[in-house]
């Protein structure tokens, strides 16, 4: 901002110094100042124009990798559904096995009891 302030004062102490009447100097001055706040508000929109375009640019490589992260949760997720639709698969078979090896033995124990009570 001082360097602002040390070009805006060499300037106006060069339209006051210079060989011009009072009304030259001060359209000198006034004409200064509006080519000043029109090179200020060109390089304000300028940035406003270089932080949109940013901002742009950072939008979309969001969107890219909230794409790739939702893309990578999905397979995750997928393949952990048929991890465990697999293992309650083997789960319910063991359980099936071990209910028809109990329900065989105890037909066998009441076979053998039957046999047994018709002897004696």
Known sequence: MSFLRGV?????????????????????????????????????DQVKAQIDRLTGKAEAKADQYAGKAEEIFDKYKNETKSTINEKQDRAKTAYNNKVNEAASSAKTGINHAEDALKLN
């Open 8 to 44: 805006l004062a060499g300037l106006a102490i060069g339209y006051l110094t210079a060989p011009r009447s009072g009304k030259e100097t001060r359209e000198k001055l006034t004409q200064g100042a509006n080519d000043l706040q029109n090179q200020w508000e060109e390089g304000v």
